[in-house]
């Protein structure tokens, strides 16, 4: 493998790892705004991310369905992780930064596992499976 292959691909990981922090985090706004869970809304996210990926990793298939899956599984555990960081923060009486860090990621994780019901994992699953379908799709030619 040549140095170029090597940091591209570096960089593709990175940047899906990303576009998935970043939709977990405007799911968390949108989440706190209607202030209900939306767990629904790991589809309509999924799809997004997937055609982000699709239209920049070249050749669409295996590789860009892989980095929408894990970016869409990333998304919806970072909103949880998010929505349990701003209960301790209100419950507390602390800034959303101030209770996270406090807080720690294990014990954000484990209060963000214990909210999870069935339905939040089945959502979370089948936003995984439609990036990976649409992500591993050929784009059509016009």
Same mark, same amino acid.
């Given at each position: ?79 949880? %992780? ?11 009486? %602390?800034?959303?930064?101030?209770? %996270? ?42």
């Amino acid at each position: 493998m040549s140095v170029r292959t090597v940091s591209l691909s570096v960089f593709v990981l990175f940047s899906a790892a990303m576009l998935g922090l970043a939709a977990g985090a405007v799911w968390m706004v949108a989440a706190l705004y209607l202030r209900h869970p939306l767990p629904w809304l790991a589809l309509p996210i999924g799809a997004l991310l997937a055609w982000t990926i699709r239209a920049c990793v070249r050749p669409a298939g295996t590789v860009a369905a892989l980095l929408a899956a894990g970016a869409t599984l990333l998304a919806a555990f970072y909103v949880n %992780m998010l929505i349990a960081g701003v209960l301790i923060a209100g419950n507390m009486g %602390m800034g959303l930064i101030a209770a %996270m860090r406090t807080a720690g990621v294990g014990m954000l994780w484990q209060l963000a596992r214990m909210a999870l019901s069935p339905a939040d994992m089945a959502c979370a699953v089948l936003g995984m499976l439609l990036a990976a379908w649409l992500a591993w799709r050929k784009p059509r030619r016009r």
